[in-house]
């Protein structure tokens, strides 16, 4: 999805970078929830559909 709009993205393994999973378990309520996705302006999807994703990246205003 990321790819197909032209998003640039770092996709980040939290397997392999224990501060990421210190952020995803701080965002996640203390659960490893993948994917969780954090926009540049602080906004974070968890796990979302295909269409919550397309929906954040279309219109800022949707995701919280």
Do not use: C, K, Q
Not at 15 to 38: K, M, Q, W
Request: a negative charge; zero cysteines; proline letters at 8%.
């Amino acid at each position: 999805m990321l790819d197909r709009h032209g998003i640039n993205y770092r996709w980040i393994d939290i397997d392999s970078e224990p501060d990421a999973v210190e952020a995803v378990l701080r965002l996640n309520g203390g659960y490893r929830t993948v994917p969780t996705i954090v926009f540049p302006d602080g906004r974070v999807l968890i796990e979302p559909s295909l269409r919550e994703l397309e929906r954040a990246l279309t219109d800022p205003a949707s995701a919280a």
